[in-house]
């Protein structure tokens, strides 16, 4: 079975095969340009190194930014290896800097260094390519989905680190989320990740879960022929 | 994977997400953990304490932007502006004395305020925002104490006192924050500070009739005030000095040595702005002078002259190569380190009781004067080393164990009230139980009592040579061997090993030695007749006019004093011979001002102790003290290894005290017990002093 999702986006059009891994449809679409039978496949990489920006929902009145370095490896078919290195730095609101000056305070997990090990699998991918001459772009991506554990490590754990924070210091955390990924010609890559977290143990009041949005910018070293 | 899957998991976990639970807000409410007010009708003064706990860390920072209030619930509060609801905020500066917020816990603030009032207001509330804009609020009633004008401390909400450093070279001036609540010495965690001023120092020397007039007059407050210094200070004379908090030092330099013991002083109680509020006059006192007192004594202890005795059955009576046990005689002699060589001294057989009886005595007579004369001047005490070797004879006849024990027992009862050299016990290495003889302290039969089960438990008594006394078995035993093949096994569990395994039970290098107490013109009989007294040539306590001594019983832990004894070097100053509890009395409270000299010596009842040592190949050296000496009246002091030291140090154990022994002083921890007097107890402690800073 074979489906299309035609994404129109101008100048670009983006042409995804399903499923994956075939590589039968990536072949048709090759053969469907005129030119420029560049044919690039993650698969084949040895590994990629990631730089990434994120930003971290915890569905309370702090803010959280996270920037990580990360190194991602194929192990064959749609499978994918990944270990990941956080800095995430919390800061006070407006909104909990007034709480502040009560005698109200709310559940977050304050600044941090957060590291990560897992694994993710190739739901979806596919080539695209422009349209326009010259061409900008002549790019493959995948979407994954993405397993991990997380290990976070405080150094100092303050009773009060911002004002309102009632401090929430969790050891062990499941990740999970989904990744596109976009890869140029000539190893740059392009990545947008979306992560939910829960925690292993619990506290009161828990924070339950989050979710985190992190742009990627990757570079793939090639693997042996 | 079907896609139609894919999708539908991956739509689940957006909704999943659209469903995540705001975090709901923690409410961390302070409270009020103490607000008290107190009114000094002396000083036309209120003071308010307050402190507020429960909060969050960053709002229990002074640069936290709260705020707290105080309303007079109608009565304004002086130099405060009230708002419309009554409430003031609450303007430090505007106290009679210095104040300040204080972080003092975690989560903790604490603050104070002082105004000036002709009469108490009775109503006050204290409030606390949580932000000085907002409304968030905890609010306290603060009950309010307060203290009428009067002579007694009372009156008074600050008491001055005087301390001096460890030398009484310099002295340092204290206050006493006599609110109650908050306690004396927590004050200055709520933020005041109140400047005093301290002038007319005077030494003086208070005798201890004025004190304890203070004391009684006071109610326990024993030096507040110190009326007995009103009349005892003189203004404009002496170091006129302002310190602010909890204390200070003055100026002066004094003469350790002088012969005033005392100060009295007048201190005022300064506003802000340096008017006086009140004044009353104080004092001071000397710490007491402590000094080291040296005393050694080595316990006249001397190795004993030994005399073996060797009895046994006649091999020659009928039946007596069965009744007696040459092997088991030679392991005897060994483990006594008697010479194999060395002959029977005597034997005896059934019928031949009353010659036998006589015969013994006339041995005992004879080895103890040959030895007596042997030994010439070594003036060494004599101890009878005793065999007796049977076999299967016990059972039979047991009048010879009677004969023998009550002769060595009358020797010994001669022998033992006489001055040294002379006989002061035995051991008897039996072959068989004897538990019906009567050996009394001075005599350890072994083994003491039938083994009931036929065996050689060495940790049944009749194979522990331990002493009898008066209250029966003693469990602690002198030769309490725990080993295979133990050394003292009767002759049925001698035979049984050396027949069975071919084993003596010769362990390497048996040593018994046996020491006495040296009996001499310094020895006195107890009352009891059964204690005795041994005074310790030369060794004797010399008090000063006023010194006084404790005998530290707290550090005494070898228990050196439960042996021993005082006495008045003079015996008109007081009775015989003092327990230690006695002399601990007549040290520190002595009739007239001066206890005199006191010879130190030393208790005992039965005079002699033995060690026995011997070492096996395989467990190395194994070292038993035998601590026979001593009363035998409790296992406690059977088993008391005091007597193993050949020095004994008594010079950590002693506190004397040379000057202001009747003074209160500082503890370990720095602590001016104010109440407690130096001689109140016989607890030797190590007092910190304060010291000035440089």
Redesign the interface.
């Known amino acids: ?1 074979k ?1 299309f999702i035609l994404l129109l986006f101008t100048p670009y059009c983006f042409a995804i095969e ?2 994956s891994p075939s590589r039968t449809l990536v072949e048709e679409v090759v053969a469907q340009t005129p030119s420029d039978p560049h044919r690039y496949d993650w698969r084949n990489d040895s590994f990629s190194l990631e730089l990434g920006v994120g930003a971290i929902s ?3 009145s702090f803010r959280s930014d996270s920037y990580q370095l990360g190194v991602m490896a194929p192990v064959g078919g749609g499978w994918i290896m990944r270990g990941t290195a956080r800095r995430v730095n919390t800061f006070g609101t407006g909104s909990s800097s007034q ?10 997990q304050p600044s941090r260094y957060e590291f990560v090990g897992g694994v993710g699998f190739a ?1 979806l991918d596919g080539r695209s390519q422009t349209v326009l001459s010259p061409r900008l772009t002549d790019v493959n991506h995948a979407l994954y989905v993405l397993a991990g554990a997380q290990y976070n490590y405080f150094t100092s754990k ?3 680190p ?3 924070m ?1 401090p929430v210091y969790y050891n062990w955390v499941l990740e ?1 989320g ?1 990744r596109w990924q976009i890869f140029f010609p000539h190893s740059l890559g392009f990545g947008f990740e979306w992560d ?1 977290s829960v925690p292993f143990s619990h506290a009161e ?1 828990d ?5 985190r949005f992190t742009g990627i910018l990757s570079w793939s070293f090639a693997g042996s022929p | 994977m079907r ?1 139609g899957l ?1 999708i539908a998991l ?1 739509i689940a ?1 957006l909704l ?2 659209s469903a ?11 409270t009020f953990d103490l607000a008290s007010s107190h009114w000094f009708e002396l000083e036309k003064t209120q003071y308010v304490f307050f402190s507020i706990s429960g909060l ?4 229990a920072k002074l640069t936290w ?1 709260f705020a707290f209030e105080i309303s007079g619930m109608g009565t304004p509060i002086p130099g405060l502006q009230a708002k419309a609801d009554g409430f003031a905020a609450l303007d430090l500066t505007k106290g009679v004395y210095q104040h300040h917020f204080v972080e003092c816990g ?1 989560g903790r603030i604490c603050g104070s305020f002082s105004f000036h009032a002709n009469s108490p207001i009775q109503q006050i509330l204290v409030r606390f925002r ?2 000085a ?2 409304e ?1 609020q905890e609010v306290a009633s603060v009950p309010v104490a307060t203290h009428p004008a009067g002579q007694g401390p009372d009156s008074q909400s600050a008491l001055v006192y005087g301390v001096y450093n460890h030398d009484n070279s310099r002295l340092q001036m204290r206050v006493h924050d006599n609110f109650g609540t908050p306690d004396a010495d927590q004050v200055l965690q709520y933020g005041m500070n109140r400047n005093f001023t301290v002038s007319g120092i005077q030494s003086v020397s208070l005798t201890t009739t004025d004190e304890v007039s203070s004391i009684q007059q006071n109610n326990g407050y024993y030096i507040f005030p110190a009326a007995i210094c009103g009349s005892r200070v003189k203004s404009g004379k002496g170091e006129t000095f302002t310190f602010g908090g909890h204390d200070g030092w003055t100026k002066t330099n004094y003469d350790p040595n002088e012969a005033p013991n005392d100060a009295c002083f007048q201190a005022a109680l300064l506003d802000q702005t340096g008017n006086v509020i009140t004044s009353a006059p104080g004092m001071a006192r000397k710490n007491p002078v402590l000094a080291g007192e040296p005393l050694t004594v080595q316990p006249p202890v001397k190795q004993t002259i030994d005399i073996p005795i060797i009895v046994s059955y006649c091999p020659d009576a009928p039946d007596g190569d069965t009744l007696t046990n040459p092997d088991f005689m030679r392991y005897q002699k060994f483990i006594l380190g008697v010479p194999d060589k060395t002959p029977t001294d005597i034997c005896f057989q059934t019928g031949q009781e009353s010659q036998f009886r006589s015969a013994f005595a006339g041995l005992l007579d004879r080895k103890l004067n040959a030895a007596k004369t042997q030994s010439g001047s070594l003036n060494r005490d004599f101890f009878f080393r005793v065999i007796i070797n049977t076999h299967n004879f016990y059972k039979k006849v047991r009048q010879f164990h009677q004969i023998m024990s009550g002769a060595i027992r009358a020797k010994i009862s001669n022998e033992i009230v006489q001055q040294s050299p002379r006989l002061v016990g035995a051991f008897v290495y039996d072959s068989e139980p004897a538990p019906d003889v009567d050996i009394g302290g001075n005599v350890v039969w072994c083994p003491r009592d039938p083994d009931p089960n036929g065996t050689s438990d060495p940790s049944s008594p009749q194979i522990n040579c331990t002493p009898m006394n008066a209250a029966g078995k003693v469990t602690l035993g002198p030769f309490n061997f725990r080993i295979p093949m133990g050394p003292f096994p009767t002759v049925d569990a001698f035979l049984k090993n050396f027949n069975e395994v071919g084993d003596r039970g010769e362990m390497n290098d048996p040593q018994l030695t046996v020491n006495a107490v040296h009996s001499g013109s310094s020895t006195i009989t107890g009352g009891n007749g059964n204690s005795f007294y041994t005074f310790f040539d030369g060794q004797r306590l010399d008090f000063s006019p006023n010194e006084r001594l404790k005998l530290c019983t707290d550090r005494d832990t070898d228990g050196l004093f439960n042996n021993m004894v005082f006495q008045y070097s003079d015996s008109s100053n007081g009775p015989g011979v003092m327990s230690l509890t006695d002399a601990q009395s007549a040290m520190l409270y002595p009739k007239g001002d001066t206890v005199g000299s006191m010879l130190v010596g030393l208790q005992w009842t039965n005079p002699f102790i033995g060690t026995f040592s011997y070492s096996i190949p395989v467990k190395g050296s194994v070292f038993t003290v035998i601590p026979i000496s001593i009363t035998g009246k409790t296992t406690q002091k059977l088993g008391d290894p005091v007597w193993s030291k050949p020095v004994w140090n008594l010079t950590p154990l002693m506190q004397k005290c040379v000057r202001n022994c009747e003074h209160p002083g500082f503890d370990e921890s720095g602590v001016y017990q104010l109440t407690k007097f130096w001689n109140s107890d016989n607890v030797c402690t190590t007092p910190k002093t304060p010291e000035p800073g440089p």
């Open positions: 079975m489906y399903l499923p915890e569905f309370n709480m502040a000056l009560t005698p109200y305070s709310q559940s977050a739901l303050p009773d009060e911002i004002p309102a009632h999970t989904l939910y009041p924070l339950g879960s989050w979710q | 896609l894919k991956l976990a999943g997400l995540c639970p705001k975090i709901p807000l923690r409410e961390n409410r302070a969050r860390t960053a709002q932007p975690d949580y932000d804009k907002s968030m």
